[in-house]
């Protein structure tokens, strides 16, 4: 149900531009105050929660660790430099194998029951094809959105013409169809078919699971759309983004409603981003599990909220609660400290 919910919202954000550019001619309100609206809601959500992240105090090391801790004796145990790192330099090679690579998702493992004779057995096997979609997905979601800089800059930087070259070299079919666009797509269903076939995921699975991948799968099928099949005119989109970008807006007339469409999805995504699990994608960079090396064998970490107490010896701690140790029948070091303070 939580998935159905999800594919139902997002057709009826979808009917939406439908309706209201197709039938009610709201072009510059699609076009424009919709974007406007979202990309500053997007902006001011994504630097509240950064905000919010980086002020939160983390006076302990806390980093998730998977190997041998550097020891006292580095010939008799070797040290796991990735996977439990003890300084800066090896945090930071961590870091980036772990946002380029998903290093941790690549030693991902399901667990299965299966009947034996002695019993029902859980068993453990690798599990790299959510890590080879994972990487297809976002893979194809950031170069998808690099080549986009295309309508919004002008002239159009070397990197984004060599980017979209390369992703459409294959030459197939007129216009030519990009690699990305294959990709984004398959790494979308796969993910968003593991959490409905696999009874465990699926089980742990809420709306906000689900309704992402059905609204960028909306997004990335809409642009599809749009390019191979409606055949927006390119050159009044390019006119309209780069009014947007020059405080300039103005709708050409002839552009197909799919476009508005397809704007209306990204402005839903961008307003969601802030809001949603998305945010994984700088919260990475804070998360003081991976960005911290592990050690606390060769630095000590105080807590500054622990309040200044003084230290109490046990001496004058049976001194201050002798009477009270004596009466439940706790042994005294000093039999003298049994005694009330007026009578010592």
């Known amino acids: 149900m939580n998935a159905l919910y999800s594919l139902v919202f997002v057709f009826i954000l979808v009917l939406i531009p439908l309706f209201a550019v197709g039938a009610g001619h709201m072009e510059f309100g699609f076009g424009v105050c919709i974007p406007y609206t979202a990309f500053a809601l997007f902006l001011i959500g994504f630097v ?20 041998q801790q550097l020891s006292y004796d580095p010939e008799l145990f070797k040290q796991n430099k990735l996977d439990n790192p003890s300084n ?33 057995v859980v068993a453990y096997a690798s599990a790299k094809w959510l890590w080879l979609f994972a990487i297809l997905f976002h893979y194809s979601f950031f170069i998808i959105a690099l080549r ?14 060599g980017l979209d070259f390369m992703d459409g070299i294959l ?18 269903l ?7 076939v696999d009874a465990k995921i699926r089980y742990i699975s809420l709306v906000t699971d689900y309704f992402p991948l059905f609204l960028i799968l909306g997004v990335a099928l809409s642009g599809i759309w749009m390019r191979y099949y409606a055949k927006v005119d390119v050159v009044a989109i390019k006119e309209l983004t780069m009014g947007l970008v020059t405080f300039n807006p103005h709708v050409p007339a002839g552009i197909d409603v ?32 991976r960005n911290m090396p592990n050690d606390n064998r ?45 009578e010592a």
Not at 190 to 196: D, S, T, V
Request: avoid cysteine; hydrophobic fraction near 45%.
């Open 88 to 120: 800066g330099f090896q945090t930071v090679v961590r870091m980036i194998l772990e946002i380029f690579a998903f290093r941790s998702l690549f030693r991902n493992t399901s667990a299965s029951l299966h009947e034996t004779k002695g019993g029902p």
């Open 190 to 196: 796969f993910l968003l078919l593991r959490r409905l």
């Open 298 to 342: 060769f630095h000590h970490h105080v807590n500054p909220w622990n309040p200044d107490i003084k230290p109490l010896s046990y001496e004058a701690y049976e001194k201050d609660f002798g009477p009270a140790m004596a009466e439940a029948g706790l042994p005294l070091d000093n039999p003298e400290n049994a005694k009330a303070p007026e």
């Open 48 to 67: 509240w929660k950064i905000i919010g992240w980086a002020k939160s105090p983390v006076p302990f090391r806390i980093p998730t660790t998977g190997g």
């Open 171 to 188: 030459q197939i079919g007129a216009p030519v169809m990009y690699q990305s666009d294959v990709l984004i797509v398959a790494g979308l």
């Open 148 to 161: 986009h800089l295309r309508l919004f800059l002008e002239p159009i930087p070397f990197f984004v013409k």
């Open 258 to 289: 799919s476009f508005f469409v397809h704007v209306f999805l990204v402005s839903t995504l961008m307003v969601y981003f802030p809001l949603s699990k998305l945010m994984h994608m700088p919260g990475v960079f804070l998360s003081p599990t």
